[in-house]
């Protein structure tokens, strides 16, 4: 051996005879005085050069190529710095007494599978220098992605791009609905998302990405804690901050969350129904399809009848309460919503076409809703309180399509589909009266055959059929003109077939009402009504079982002088006297007093219930009068009219919420006539 070099099986046989002591650490620990094999005492101050390559016999099997320059006093000293981590014991061949220490440096390495210079911090090693495929940084919440790190841009993806915990923040990606966000991104999570269901219309919504697949989004949202309108419930975009609290909270709040997205506009295909009562679900509903809903939302009448095995109604109080303004009314359903009788603007939803068995929300005039299914007295909470909530949920990327048959571009409401796209021969539009006829639908050109072409409910209108504006014009042109129907078209009006009394004078039959139904009253005399009913005598009508309710419309007709005439059981009773046409207060379709002590001494008040009972929406009080019709306090929609401003003289028409009419004057009882119940009728006569 030259240099002080050891072979390895020299190195071996010194160990073996006891040479050298253990140490920790890596280090040499002699604590002799550099005892040499050579057995003699060195004093010589010789310069060492160590090249010899030390071959650790500790139990790591390090192998240490370091080279060491040893300054030999006696004493060797080790300057020598290893990466190694082992524990054992360095034995030195030269037989020189180190008291050097290796210390090891490490750092911590994270791997990175997407080369985006962020680790998984999920997977990591300890070692002096990176191995290949580590680095120094963590962070990274998708190694598999190089384009998802802590320093990414968010993208409009539906997922955290930049790993903070937050998806597509600060942007607006233009989600049309959580199913669009459910379908970008399979695992996105539920909460909180901003959609756009129409361009401009940004919402943050609660979305349920996990019920049957998830991507459902909460459209509406109502609570019990304040009374608020539900009269355009889903039509339009209306506090839609409440959407961004979930209806279980929402439940048991005591803020007013009331808020919807408009579901005619926005896409979707599938509805559920949901109710919360005090911080807990209680009930959802079975999906429900688009496509078989009868009405849009925002109309009066039945959303459901028998469709889906439910029973939906709702509006305005006009129609859950009161019958009218309904759309398109089911064979077999009730004139109101499923005869409530006192529901409220709002909604009643079953699977009975008895009221008061599901759920029902009303809104500030009724006043209640219930948080559980069929639960009526356990969840009713009136408002304001705590307690109680439902909510709508949809999802689905689709629209309604109508089948259009006629090519004219307009469907027909009652036949549809639900889809992405539009089927061959289904339009977007649902408003053609006559879908087999192309020259018929909103906006075409009325000609004068007696049909309706565009659709408005009124034949011939805006159209010159050069016919005659009125009876009494009609006797002019012939003044042998007999007594009975005659065809007449009111100025810019509908050409109708109208009872005429020539005997009389040339008056035109331009409103009648009999008692054979319930049917609404509250704007009387405003807009073409039922026409088809002034065909039929009011004397006629009163004898009759078959509801005979229609008017010209007053506002428009010319007319001079007005009559008001009374009939029970086939015969005339009573004749007003003539009303100038110029003392009536205001116009038809108003809630308030025609007449106020006129010149014949007559009292006319009518219009809604709201006004008639309750005093509200009175237009231009009298001096002097009450605040609703006369103190009549029951009358319902329609007119009490008579020369006494006391309720209950003279004659009396009342809508169904009140029921009945007189056939007589003054004659309370004896001309009284519960609908329906042949026996009484009224009529107006103009020229």
């Known amino acids: 051996m030259n240099d002080g070099l050891c072979s390895v099986g020299l190195l071996a046989a010194l160990f073996s005879m006891g040479c050298f002591a253990s140490a920790s650490g890596g280090g040499d620990a002699d604590s002799d005085s550099d005892s040499d094999m ?16 030390d071959t ?48 090891a440096v490490l750092s911590t390495w994270y791997r990175d599978g997407d080369g985006d210079g962020h680790g998984d911090a999920g997977d990591w090693v300890e070692a002096a220098a990176a191995p290949d495929g580590y680095v120094a940084t963590a962070g990274d919440c998708d190694d598999a992605d190089a384009d998802v790190h802590p320093a990414a841009d968010e993208r409009c993806n539906a997922d955290d791009d930049d ?3 937050e998806f597509d923040e600060a942007l607006s990606c233009g989600w049309e609905s959580c199913q669009a966000i459910l379908d970008a991104n399979p695992e996105a999570p539920g909460g909180v998302w901003e959609i756009e269901p129409e361009a ?25 804690a304040a009374s608020s309108s539900l009269v355009d419930f889903a039509a339009g975009y209306v506090g839609t901050d409440a959407l961004a609290t979930d209806p279980i909270d929402a439940s048991d709040s005591d803020e007013d969350l009331t808020g919807w997205l408009d579901l005619n506009q926005m896409s979707w295909t599938t509805l559920r129904i949901s109710a919360y009562l005090t911080g807990a679900e209680t009930w959802t509903s079975g999906d429900i399809d688009r496509a078989d809903l009868r009405i849009a939302f925002g109309e009066d009448g039945y959303y459901l009848y028998g469709e889906a095995g439910y029973t939906w109604c709702g ?64 969840s009713h909470r009136d408002y304001p309180a705590a307690g109680a909530a439902q909510a709508f949920w949809v999802r689905g990327i689709g629209q309604v399509f109508f089948r259009d048959a006629d090519g004219d571009s307009h469907g027909d409401p009652d036949d549809r589909a639900s889809a992405e796209v539009a089927p061959d021969g289904y339009v977007a539009t649902r408003t053609d009266c006559d879908d087999a006829d192309a020259g018929v ?16 409910g009124l034949r011939d209108d805006g159209a010159d059929c050069g016919l005659p504006s009125s009876c009494a014009a009609v006797l002019a042109d012939d003044a042998a003109a007999a007594d009975g129907v005659h065809t007449i078209q009111p100025a810019g009006g509908e050409v109708v077939d109208v009872v005429c009394d020539m005997t009389g004078g040339g008056w035109t039959l331009a409103l009648v009402k009999n008692s054979a139904e319930a049917s609404s009253l509250v704007d009387f005399g405003a807009g073409y009504v039922g026409t088809a009913a002034l065909s039929t005598h009011p004397a006629d009508a009163s004898s009759s079982d078959v509801d005979a309710t229609g008017w010209l419309d007053l506002n428009e007709v010319g007319f001079a002088t007005l009559r008001i005439v009374a009939y029970l059981d086939g015969a005339e009773t009573w004749v007003s006297a003539d009303i100038a046409a110029a003392d009536l207060r205001i116009p038809f379709g108003e809630d308030g007093y025609y007449l106020w002590d006129d010149a014949n001494g007559y009292y006319w008040c009518g219009g809604e219930r709201s006004f008639t009972d ?48 007189h056939g007589g004057w003054n004659d309370y009882w004896g001309s009284s006539r519960a609908y329906p119940s042949a026996g009484a009728s009224q009529a107006f006569w103009v020229r």
């Not at 300054?71 to 360095?90: I, L």
């Not at 349920?208 to 019990?224: C, E, I, P």
């Not at 002097?624 to 004659?651: M, R, T, Y």
């Open 38 to 53: 050579d057995s003699d005492a060195d004093t010589d101050t010789d310069t060492d050069t160590d090249t010899d390559t």
């Open 56 to 103: 650790d016999t500790d139990t790591d099997t390090d192998t240490d190529t370091d080279t060491d320059t040893d300054t030999d006093t006696g004493t060797d000293t080790d300057t020598a710095t290893v990466s190694d981590t082992d524990s054992g014991s360095d034995s030195d061949t030269d037989s020189d007494s180190d008291t050097g220490t290796d210390t």
């Open 163 to 165: 790993c903070d915990g």
């Open 200 to 224: 401009g219309q940004i919402v943050d919504v609660q979305c349920d990405m996990v019920t049957d697949g998830g991507g459902w989004t909460l459209a509406l949202v109502k609570n019990s």
């Open 315 to 378: 509006g305005t109080r006009t129609f859950t309460d009161d019958g009218a303004s309904q759309v398109n009314r089911p064979v077999g359903a009730p004139a109101d919503c499923k005869g409530h009788g006192g529901l409220g603007s709002g909604w009643d939803f079953s699977e009975s076409v008895v009221a008061n068995v599901g759920l029902t929300a009303c809104g500030h005039e009724g006043g209640w809703m219930h948080g559980d299914w069929n639960d009526y007295d356990g």
């Open 441 to 456: 639908f909103p906006g075409a050109l009325e000609v004068c055959d007696r049909v309706d072409q565009d659709c408005d």
């Open 614 to 661: 309750d005093g509200l929406g009175q237009v231009n009080q009298p001096a002097g009068a009450p605040d609703d019709c006369k103190l009549h306090g029951g009358l319902g929609s329609g007119w009490d009219f008579s020369d006494s401003e006391v309720a209950n003289s003279g004659l009396t028409a009342c809508g169904h919420e009140g029921g009945w009419m």
